[in-house]
């Protein structure tokens, strides 16, 4: 079925046609703006993005693929992102990585059989001086260790993922500035 953006979300993109130099700029902000929606960047989600800002699918699919942030496969209820770079490997992201991997009883890549997780390996996240680190959906947890990782999963096991939003309010907010 074909990905329909919300009125909402429609409203925000009108604002910030006007702030971009051409349509083609605009992918990544309309990118994320679908992403928020749908949860992911589906097959759907591409063709729109390419059909309305009258680029190619392959230019689209390009940007998709080459940023770690665009989720190329539907996620479970909540994504967790374990930073991989350099700063976080040094503070022991690889030992953080399989405890979380043996805890979820999953692999990075892989989503739990109840469909709540979906363990993912991020590039830089820009908290360096705090690895290591993981984000949960939209929060950052950091200067973590096997055990108060593991108290972050059981914590976000019990509560209700938030609405996701954020990107709608980043590019709201920019455009009231
Ligand atoms: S290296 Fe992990 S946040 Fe930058």
Not at 19 to 33: G, M, S, V
Not at 74 to 93: D, F, H, I, M, N
Not at 137 to 159: G, H, P, Q, Y
Request: charged share 25%; glycine share 8%; with cysteine.
């Amino acid at each position: 079925m074909a990905f329909v953006l919300s009125a909402e979300r429609r409203a925000i993109l009108d604002s910030l046609r006007p702030r971009y130099p051409n349509a083609k700029a605009l992918t990544i902000p309309l990118l994320h703006i679908c992403q928020e929606q749908e949860g992911w960047c589906s097959p759907e989600v591409i063709d729109f993005v390419a059909q309305e800002l009258g680029v190619t699918g392959a230019h689209v699919q390009g940007v998709v693929t080459f940023y770690t942030m665009f989720l190329k496969e539907k996620p479970g209820k909540r994504v967790l992102w374990v930073c991989r770079t350099l700063s976080c490997e040094l503070c022991g992201a690889k030992e953080l990585q399989e405890h979380i991997e043996k805890h979820l009883g999953i692999h990075a890549g892989q989503t739990t059989t109840d469909g709540e997780f979906t363990l993912l390996k991020a590039e830089c996240l820009a908290a360096c001086g705090q690895g290591p680190m993981i984000q949960l959906d939209d929060d950052f947890f950091e200067n973590l260790t096997n055990e108060s990782v593991e108290a972050v999963i059981e914590r976000a096991k019990k509560s209700s993922p938030k609405a996701a939003g954020k990107w709608s309010s980043l590019y709201l907010r920019g455009e009231k500035e």
